[in-house]
């Protein structure tokens, strides 16, 4: 009889030399016990999908954001996403720019999210684990290579590590919610000077107050876009522009409806110049790529056009075979607010008071068909948000005696060929949010932002000096 270790050793030889022993080519067992466990990886997938879980704060979600979602998703198949509560936020980071149902609007968005879990704590303690394993059917708890540390200094997902449920992604470099502040800052403080052209939005609450550097590449791209898709043959092609800055609640109520309008969404980000100059010298807050990528990220856009040309043209229409446009508001643009040709909110209506959005405003609006001029009232609540429902696709009346619709009008053609659309949003879950919004709360609540991007600022440069020595580690991206 043949000892363990003889046996092992002879099937071993047969293994290496299966053509010897057995008559088949080299390679055939292997290939034949990976179908085996892929075959069996498949079924049990279908029996039960691996779920993964993800939460943070998602304050002006971005695509560093959304990148980390697309990594999360491929830990699994099924990808839920925990939503920090505002008054959990403040009590470990400080006030979040963005109300909870603003952050939740754009992260359901995300094409990689499948669940969400709202009003989640800020840490991930032992019960809170166990209802994540138990109710929700979590299998592992991913997060950033970035340290998450707690108001006492300890580790944010220590519990699910030392379970061995934890799962690390690439932080994405070169964008973050501090980074993004301080750019607003920046921009809503009209005495600095105008931002270089090769420097959309400035970056002046990063860390040393320098400007941070996103390189954007083809693979980044790809993907984002899942390799991009051609509208089929006869689908209805929906066109929608404007800066898309700061993607937010109200752009996904925009894109949501106009996507109504079609069978193909298509999406384009205007060039870094044409927003400055329209909007003015600091926009935009972010710059070209970043903002194509935040409409990439989006489950409601089929294909984006990088720098499209700010005003429509019979080329573009006949090129991508376009049935229907809209246009982004010029608020929701951004925009400095005074001038001509600078939009903003404030650049869209008239307001009593001291602007702080507590007031009253008359909204004043052009028609798409007639040309003619109305205004309604509204009330505005603190931060600008939560006013009366408005209307995509309108442009600013540069004052109360116009009547028709001016000769710059980035629509006209699409006006003139009968295929310009308003869509109408309602209210709730951010769907009045602007990005003048955005900016205006920034400024108004500036001391509080810059002490928070401050402390934020501190903890950042630690994490870029231990990552420099190789003290901390970090994860590879797939």
């Not at 954001?65 to 980071?93: P, T």
Request: contains cysteine; proline residues 3%.
């Amino acid at each position: 009889r043949l000892s363990l270790s003889a046996a092992a050793a002879l099937a071993a030889l047969v293994y290496a030399h299966p053509e010897f022993f057995a008559g088949v080519r080299r390679g055939t067992v292997s290939l034949a016990l990976a179908g085996l466990l892929e075959r069996h990886s498949t079924r049990r997938r279908k029996r039960r999908p691996v779920r993964i879980y993800m939460d943070g704060c998602f304050d002006l979600t971005h695509f560093g954001h959304a990148n980390a979602l697309r990594q999360a998703k491929a830990c699994g198949d099924e990808l839920v996403v925990g939503l920090v509560g505002d008054a959990e936020i403040l009590r470990c980071k400080g006030p979040p720019v963005l109300r909870e149902a603003e952050r939740r609007a754009v992260v359901e968005s995300i094409k990689w999210v499948d669940e969400m879990l709202l009003d989640v704590p800020y840490d991930i303690n032992a019960a809170f684990m166990h209802e994540l394993y138990t109710t929700h059917r979590i299998d592992f708890i991913v997060h950033g290579d970035d340290p998450c540390i707690l108001p006492d200094g300890t580790d944010a997902y220590d519990a699910p590590k030392k379970a061995g449920k934890f799962k690390m992604i690439k932080r994405t470099e070169g964008i973050s919610t501090t980074d993004i502040v301080g750019r607003m800052l920046v921009a809503s403080e009209t005495t600095k000077p105008p931002i270089p052209d090769d420097v959309p939005g400035g970056s002046g609450g990063g860390v040393g107050g320098g400007v941070s550097h996103f390189c954007t590449t083809s693979r980044r791209i790809i993907q984002f876009s899942n390799g991009g898709k051609a509208a089929p043959a006869g689908a209805r092609v929906v066109y929608v522009h404007g800066a898309f800055d700061l993607f937010h609640a109200g752009h996904v109520h925009m894109l949501h409806a106009a996507r109504q309008l079609g069978d193909f969404l298509l999406v384009g980000v205007h060039g870094d110049a044409a927003v400055r100059s329209r909007h003015g010298a600091h926009h935009p807050i972010l710059n070209v790529h970043e903002r194509a990528l935040g409409v990439m990220a989006c489950t409601h856009v089929d294909e984006v056009v990088i720098g499209a040309p700010q005003a429509i043209t019979r080329d573009l229409i006949t090129t991508f075979n376009v049935s229907v446009v809209v246009a982004e508001t010029e608020d929701d643009a951004g925009g400095d607010g005074e001038g001509e040709g600078k939009g903003g909110r404030d650049g869209m209506r008239s307001r009593s008071g001291s602007g702080s959005g507590e007031e009253g405003y008359q909204e004043v609006r052009v028609s798409s068909v007639t040309g003619e001029v109305s205004e309604r009232e509204a009330s505005g609540c603190q931060g600008g948000g939560g006013h009366g429902a408005r209307e995509y696709g309108t442009r600013r009346a540069k004052d109360r005696g116009q009547t028709h619709a001016s000769s710059d009008d980035p629509n006209a053609v699409a006006r003139e060929l009968g295929i310009f659309r308003e869509v109408a949003v309602a209210e709730g879950d951010g769907a009045q949010l602007s990005t003048a919004d955005i900016i205006r709360r920034v400024a108004t609540n500036r001391q509080e932002y810059e002490a928070r991007n401050a402390r934020k600022g501190t903890s950042e440069a630690t994490y870029y000096e231990k990552k420099a020595s190789g003290t901390i580690e970090l994860a590879y991206e797939s």
